[in-house]
């Protein structure tokens, strides 16, 4: 008897163990899922089966900034920047697109800083009587220029010749001797010079050298004046108040564990960036540290600090405040200190007979 599959719709070939994971992929939450951005991210999250703290020890970044991520709270995360390579991080974790989340984001939190792009489809058109309104304009002002120029013109022809005359006859100086016609010229005592031609002290303008030094811009001279501050800091650490004094751990410790780190540490004053380069340029850290946050240096060499704010850093060499950084990018090969040279060997005392 034959089978009767006239009820059979679809008949699936698929072996059991295909089956599942077909069916989870298929049912996986994409980039374009939810009413935002944030609304995917979470969703791929509980398709996981991750908490919060779990993406965020996966991908170093603090569990708040994911949580105000997933709920598009743009005011309590970092930069743009920072926050886009947040989005990227979560996303390959999660295996989204990461560059179709970043499209998303800026979708839908556009940046100010960018221009709006015009409306399509929307010609742009100028109102006819403004052309009208500016030829008008040029016309009255041609005819003003006009008129000055036939008055100025009309003057100068009905000046008096008298006048004329009167100001070609140069007038003789008072005290001059006259001038006796076909004899020699005899000339009078030298007059004084008039209080006029007195020479005042030149006024020089406060700033004037530095600027000329600097290249002529007053932002030269306040970048000078920031690099001679920055200088004399860097030249007498002593001017630090609590100079020598011991670490605290005031906030997180990120970094190398104790027994690898260089010795040095990098503690935030207050809220800046720390990004710390290799020497091939790879990140090999990137935070927003908090006021009271840590980064203890580990030993590899060629690494690179890179902050916001100088000023804003300590540095604890041995355990002791040794100062501050004194450029945005430093490197922390040069805060390790040199390991003390071994003194020569002694050479023994000569042995003291004691009395017997």
């Known amino acids: 008897m034959p089978l009767d599959t ?44 991750m908490t919060l703290q779990d993406v965020a020890d996966a991908t170093r970044i603090r569990q708040a900034y994911v949580e105000a991520l997933e709920a598009m709270r743009l005011d309590d995360l970092p930069s743009r920047p920072f926050t886009i390579g947040y989005i990227k991080a979560v996303a390959n974790l999660l295996g989204l697109d990461a560059e179709a989340a970043v499209a998303r984001f800026k979708l839908e939190a556009h940046d100010e800083a960018e221009p709006l792009r015009a409306p399509i489809g ?36 009905t000046e008096p010749k008298a006048q ?8 003789a100086p008072a005290g001059a001797a006259p001038v006796q016609a076909g004899g020699a010229v005899s000339l009078g005592a030298p007059l004084p010079a008039p209080v006029e031609s007195t020479t005042p002290t030149p006024y020089v303008t406060p700033g004037l050298e530095a600027a000329a030094a600097a290249g002529g811009s007053a932002d030269a001279v306040a970048a000078a004046a920031k690099a001679r501050k920055e ?38 004053r207050k809220s800046t960036s720390l990004v710390v380069r290799g ?14 946050d840590a980064f203890r ?23 002791v405040l040794t100062g501050r950084l004194s450029a945005p990018q430093t490197q922390l090969g040069k805060l390790i200190p040199a390991a003390p040279a071994h003194p020569a060997t002694a050479p023994a005392a000569p042995a003291i007979a004691r009395p017997q």
């Open 297 to 319: 240096a580990p030993r590899t060499p060629g690494l690179v600090a890179d902050v916001a704010e100088p000023g804003a850093v300590d540095v604890f060499t041995g355990g």
């Open 164 to 171: 004329v005359a009167s100001q070609a006859a140069p007038t």
């Open 279 to 292: 020497a091939d340029g790879a990140v090999y850290f990137t935070r927003w540290l908090s006021a009271g």
């Open 6 to 49: 006239g009820r059979v719709s679809h008949l699936s070939l698929v072996a059991e163990g295909d089956r599942d994971e077909a069916a989870a992929v298929a049912s996986q939450p994409s980039v374009d899922h939810g009413v935002d951005l944030g609304e995917a991210l979470q969703a791929a999250r509980l398709f996981h089966g």
């Open 231 to 268: 200088a004399e800091a860097q030249a007498a650490p002593e001017a630090i108040a609590n100079l020598g004094a011991p670490f605290k751990a005031k906030g997180a410790m990120y970094g190398a564990a104790p027994v690898d780190s260089s010795g040095v540490i990098l503690q935030a």
């Open 122 to 157: 929307v010609a742009r058109q100028r109102d006819p009587r403004l052309g009208l309104l500016l030829a008008g304009g040029l016309l009255v002002g041609g005819a003003i220029v006009l008129w000055n120029v036939a008055q100025r013109a009309m003057t100068h022809d």
